[in-house]
């Protein structure tokens, strides 16, 4: 795991062995769980789109969701819940600003 000083964590939908991680919707799944975890708590409504804290989107052709760490000052179990969901799929964990093109290339 990364240390916690990086900002965003990059889950990315490929294992160590580099197998793609399905099912290929993964990352909008694990999103729309969190989507009630946000600034100012849910809302009515705030199930219809994704957190800021919780983004997926694509990085190198493969899924991947973007964490912010501000998450786990809100909600500390719903930040072990995307953490652990990471370590016992085996996915590719890194610090998504580390990329130059941002968190989604």
């Known amino acids: 795991m990364l240390p916690l000083t990086f900002k965003e964590w990059l889950i990315l939908g490929r294992n160590r062995d580099g197998k ?7 990352a909008e799944r694990l999103a729309g769980v969190m989507s009630q975890f946000r600034p100012g708590g849910p809302q009515p409504g705030s199930h219809l789109g994704y957190s800021p804290w919780c983004v997926p989107g694509q990085r190198d052709g493969v899924s991947c969701v973007v964490i912010h760490v501000d998450l ?28 130059p093109d941002g968190p989604f290339a």
């Open 72 to 99: 786990r000052d809100y909600d500390v179990m719903a930040w072990d819940f995307c953490v652990n969901f990471s370590r016992d799929n085996d996915l590719e964990v890194r610090d998504a600003r580390a990329q």
């Open 20 to 26: 793609v991680f399905r099912p290929s919707d993964w």
